[in-house]
């Protein structure tokens, strides 16, 4: 079945460090990928998304790139803030499914 | 704010109880979906509906079941609650079939069993 895997938390990182979380997948077609945020006491919201492979989502500063060579979609930012702490969620949905799968999520947190 | 609204936001109850946890998905979305969340196993699908038909089924226990009604809202009754049930529970609603539609979450209803 289809999978996400994402690297493990928590990260911490400095004010205007670069950021990576790395997110690689596993499906039997030709999915869409997603990031989401998830604040503390909130939903998870859309942060971007990517349809096809060599896509590239972009939102707030954050960027990844649909990678189906290696079947990968890593979530970067060149430059985060305090206010960029939060868990952030890779995740899938096939062509013609219904559901979206996620990976277990990475905790950033960013001090000032 | 993503349109989605759930209530109630908490839900406290003992081992054995029933609670049913409602969901109203974003003006004009069609699908409807309900994820579990805990500490040890992040984000779990549960079941989703279209249209008021059940449309996909994830890891969803018989002791759970949910149902969308002709408004397109969204109930998930949970029966003979144990502990382990404590979790976050949340409802994502999305307008189309197409594999490109991002859901839109709603913040839950943390249920906590005593």
């Known amino acids: 079945g289809d999978s996400v895997t994402q690297m493990e938390g928590p990260v911490t990182l400095s004010e205007e460090a670069f950021l990576t979380i790395n997110c690689t997948y596993t499906?039997?077609?030709?999915?869409?990928l997603f990031w989401y945020v998830q604040y503390p006491g909130e939903g998870l919201q859309l942060l971007l998304k990517a349809t096809k492979a060599d896509d590239k989502g972009s939102n707030k500063g954050f960027e990844a790139t649909y990678r189906k060579e290696t079947t990968s979609f890593h979530l970067e930012k060149g430059s985060v803030q305090v206010s960029d702490s939060a868990v952030y969620f890779c995740?899938?949905?096939?062509?013609?499914?219904?559901?979206?799968?996620f990976g277990d999520g990475t905790t950033l947190t960013v001090k000032p | 704010d993503s349109g989605v609204t759930q209530t109630p936001k908490h839900l406290i109850t003992a081992t054995g109880q029933r609670v049913t946890l409602r969901c109203s998905p974003r003006s004009g979305d069609l699908s409807v979906y309900w994820y579990q969340q805990s500490l040890d196993q992040g984000l779990q699908f549960l079941i989703q509906?279209?249209?008021?038909?059940?449309?996909a089924k994830g890891n969803i226990l018989e002791r759970f079941s949910a149902q969308q009604f002709p408004d397109l809202h969204s109930e998930l009754n949970l029966s003979s609650l144990e502990l382990g049930d404590s979790a976050l529970y949340f409802c994502a609603s999305s307008g189309r079939q197409g594999n490109n539609s991002p859901l839109h979450f709603g913040n839950g209803t943390r249920l906590t069993v005593t």
């Open positions: 995740a899938l949905k096939e062509t013609n499914a219904g559901k979206s799968t």
């Open positions: 499906a039997t077609g030709y999915p869409s």
């Open positions: 509906y279209y249209n008021g038909e059940e449309r």
